[in-house]
C-alpha cells in the first residue's frame, strides 16, 4: 500500500515537473517569436530612432529687423512598428498657444526622407524630402509652400543638425517666388533629462512588477 502510494505522488510530482516546464518552454517560443517578429530596422530608420525623446525648445523667429525669442517642447517617439518618426511640439508663439505634429520617414523606392507637418497655425498640410549627411550629421528637407502673404508658391528649406546625442538646432529657410532665400527661424534643441530619467525609472518599475508577478506564477 505504501508502495502504491508512493508511487501515485512520484507520478504526481513528475506530472507537476513536466507542467511547469512545459509552461515555462511556451513562454520562451512566444518570446522568440515576437523577436523573429519584430522588423530589423533599416540603417536610415536607425538614424531616426537616435533621434526619438523629450526637448526644451528655444527658439529666434526672424519676424522683423530684431528677431523674436520663444520657447516650446519637442517631443519624438517611433511608431506603426519603428517605421516612422512622430513629432509633437508645443510651444507659444507670440503670446498665442501653438502645437504641431510631423511624420517622418523613409521612401525605400525613391531612397529618400519624407517628411508631413501639421500644425495650429495653417490649416495646409506641409509636405518634403529629404536627405542625410553622415559627414555633417545633418537632414535637410526641400519642398513646396504656399507663401500667407502673396498665396503664391516659394520654395521651402529645413535643416536639422545632430550637434551631439543631447543637442540639436534646426534652421528654417523660405524663398518667395522672384525673391532670395531668407532664414525665418532658428531652434536649438536640448534633451530633457529629467523626463528621460522619469521614463527609464518608470520602464524599470513596470519590469519589477512583472516579474514579481511571474515570480507568484
Same mark, same amino acid.
Given at each position: 500500500?505504501?508502495?502504491?502510494? *508512493?508511487? %501515485?505522488?512520484?507520478?504526481?510530482? %513528475? ?11 511556451? /513562454?520562451? /517560443?512566444?518570446?522568440?517569436? @515576437?523577436?523573429?517578429? *519584430? =522588423?530589423?530596422?533599416? !540603417?536610415?530608420?536607425?538614424?531616426? /530612432? ?6 526644451? *525648445? +528655444? ?7 530684431? !528677431? ?8 519624438? +517617439? &517611433? ?10 511640439? $508645443? ?16 521612401? #525605400?523606392? /525613391? $531612397?529618400?526622407?519624407? &517628411?508631413?507637418?501639421?500644425?495650429? &497655425?495653417? !490649416? ?17 528637407? #526641400?519642398?513646396?509652400?504656399?507663401? !500667407? +502673404?502673396?498665396?503664391?508658391?516659394? @520654395?521651402? @528649406?529645413?535643416?536639422? +543638425? #545632430? ?8 534652421? &528654417?529657410?523660405?524663398? =518667395? ?6 532664414? #525665418? ?7 530633457? $533629462?529629467? *523626463? ?7 520602464? $524599470? ?11 507568484? @506564477?
Amino acid at each position: 500500500m505504501r508502495r502504491y502510494i *508512493a508511487s %501515485l505522488l512520484a507520478l504526481g510530482f %513528475l506530472a507537476a515537473t513536466f507542467t511547469v516546464n512545459s509552461v515555462a518552454a511556451d /513562454k520562451d /517560443k512566444d518570446k522568440d517569436k @515576437k523577436k523573429k517578429e *519584430a =522588423p530589423e530596422l533599416s !540603417p536610415e530608420l536607425k538614424l531616426l /530612432k537616435e533621434l526619438t525623446g523629450n526637448f526644451d *525648445a +528655444k527658439i529666434k523667429f526672424y519676424k522683423d529687423k530684431e !528677431p523674436v525669442d520663444m520657447t516650446g517642447t519637442m517631443s519624438r +517617439k &517611433m511608431v506603426l512598428e519603428s517605421t516612422y518618426l512622430q513629432e509633437n511640439f $508645443k510651444g507659444k508663439f507670440f503670446d498665442k498657444n501653438f502645437a504641431g505634429m510631423g511624420m517622418i520617414g523613409y521612401d #525605400v523606392a /525613391k $531612397k529618400q526622407y519624407t &517628411m508631413t507637418w501639421y500644425d495650429s &497655425m495653417s !490649416p495646409t498640410m506641409a509636405t518634403m524630402t529629404g536627405t542625410y549627411d553622415a559627414d555633417k550629421k545633418t537632414y535637410t528637407f #526641400v519642398g513646396d509652400e504656399i507663401d !500667407p +502673404k502673396t498665396s503664391k508658391k516659394m @520654395k521651402a @528649406k529645413d535643416v536639422l +543638425k #545632430v550637434v551631439s546625442s543631447e543637442q540639436e538646432t534646426f534652421e &528654417m529657410y523660405r524663398t =518667395p517666388e522672384g525673391g532670395s532665400e531668407t532664414k #525665418v527661424m532658428d531652434i536649438t534643441y536640448t534633451r530633457t $533629462k529629467k *523626463a528621460e530619467k522619469k521614463t527609464e525609472d518608470k520602464k $524599470k518599475d513596470e519590469k519589477k512588477d512583472e516579474k514579481k508577478t511571474d515570480d507568484k @506564477k
